[in-house]
Nanobody, 121 residues
Framework: QVQLVESGGGLVQAGGSLRLSCTAS????????MGWYRQAPGKQREKVAG???????HYGDPVKGRFTISRDNAKRTVYLQMDSLKPEDTAVYYC???????????????WGQGTQVTVSA
């Protein structure tokens, strides 16, 4: 069974930094796109950043220039370096990945359980 497990959330003051990690485990043949989403109370889930298996990057407008996504394919891990954090970045952050479990199987989309990031003013 494939699982995504996030870590690295916490409480930080405005202007500070946090680094989130998400590691995939289980029966995995290939991990394609990976990304981070967030959901603040009373708001819809939004995409923060994404990275393809080829290394192409995408960032949501609110985080451009402040957040950096990267991945280590050998470790099956995606990272989100968050700098210059603002109170409006407060949310539960979710890891997301498109994973193929076997050579000829379909690709499925998986979510982590979420990690809380709180930025105080």
């Amino acid at each position: 069974q494939v699982q995504l497990v996030e870590s690295g959330g916490g409480l930080v003051q405005a202007g500070g930094s946090l680094r989130l990690s998400c590691t995939a485990s289980g029966s995995i043949f290939r991990i394609n796109s990976m990304g981070w989403y967030r959901q603040a109370p009373g708001k819809q889930r939004e995409k923060v950043a994404g990275i393809t298996s080829g290394g192409s990057l995408h960032y949501g407008d609110p985080v451009k220039g402040r957040f950096t996504i990267s991945r280590d394919n050998a470790k099956r891990t995606v990272y989100l370096q968050m700098d210059s954090l603002k109170p409006e970045d407060t949310a539960v952050y979710y890891c997301n990945a498109d994973i193929q479990e076997r050579l000829y199987s379909l690709e499925y989309n998986y979510w982590g359980q979420g990690t809380q990031v709180t930025v105080s003013a």
